[in-house]
T-cell receptor, first 113, second 116 residues
Framework: GQNIDQPTEMTATEGAIVQINCTYQTSGFNGLFWYQQHAGEAPTFLSYNVLDGLEEKGRFSSFLSRSKGYSYLLLKELQMKDSASYLCAVSTFPYNQGGKLIFGQGTELSVKP | DSGVTQTPKHLITATGQRVTLRCSPRSGDLSVYWYQQSLDQGLQFLIQYYNGEERAKGNILERFSAQQFPDLHSELNLSSLELGDSALYFC???????????????FGPGTRLTVL
């Protein structure tokens, strides 16, 4: 089956660093995505990993270990506007057979002053 | 603004009715995906179209159907609606399924469906 796990909730302080973990067990793997979603709004793309290692994009970094079925999203210099749900998603099909994403339940991050 | 448009933004209807949700992908994107997001379920993949053809199917109910038209816009049809169909329905688009990598999906603003 397909299983993607992430913590339900996290709290962090403005200006701090927070790491949101994601573990996955899927039939096939073709990339892992992180999305940010504010309540009632559309998910917005943050980062993508297909090979092991760290991808850095400004205040956001994402890490992938395929052998461990593990990824994390690192958010630095937290701002109040970073309070949102963070969704881990895995693409399970080869690119030429589709590209659907399997999403985790999301981690609700609250940033406190 | 992702460039993906969805109409209507809100839809309120009664059980047993049929509705159509519409999505226009970003300019140049050939793939369209439909997702359902309810409070207790998270984002669930429904169906994908690529350049007019169905490419992948998720846990889409038989009461639901979709199509992608020659101009690449897509419609999701929901029939015999039940209370449990109340959810946010998102459309997403991506450049292509070809080209050697999985491309990120860009999500529209969603249609909030309420079935009374």
């Amino acid at each position: 089956g397909q299983n993607i796990d992430q913590p339900t909730e996290m709290t962090a302080t403005e200006g701090a660093i927070v790491q949101i973990n994601c573990t996955y067990q899927t039939s096939g793997f073709n990339g892992l995505f992180w999305y940010q979603q504010h309540a009632g709004e559309a998910p917005t793309f943050l980062s993508y990993n297909v090979l092991d290692g760290l991808e850095e994009k400004g205040r956001f970094s994402s890490f992938l270990s395929r052998s461990k079925g593990y990824s994390y999203l690192l958010l630095k210099e937290l701002q109040m506007k970073d309070s949102a749900s963070y969704l881990c998603a895995v693409s399970t099909f080869p690119y030429n057979q589709g590209g659907k994403l399997i999403f985790g339940q999301g981690t609700e991050l609250s940033v406190k002053p | 603004d992702s460039g993906v448009t969805q109409t209507p933004k809100h839809l309120i209807t009664a059980t047993g009715q049929r509705v159509t949700l519409r999505c226009s992908p970003r300019s140049g994107d050939l793939s369209v995906y439909w997702y359902q997001q309810s409070l207790d379920q998270g984002l669930q993949f429904l169906i994908q179209y690529y350049n007019g053809e169905e490419r992948a199917k998720g846990n889409i109910l038989e009461r639901f159907s979709a199509q992608q038209f020659p101009d690449l816009h897509s419609e999701l049809n929901l029939s015999s609606l039940e209370l449990g169909d109340s959810a946010l329905y998102f459309c997403a688009s991506s450049v292509s399924v070809a080209g050697g990598r999985v491309n990120e999906q860009f999500f529209g603003p969603g249609t909030r469906l309420t079935v009374l």
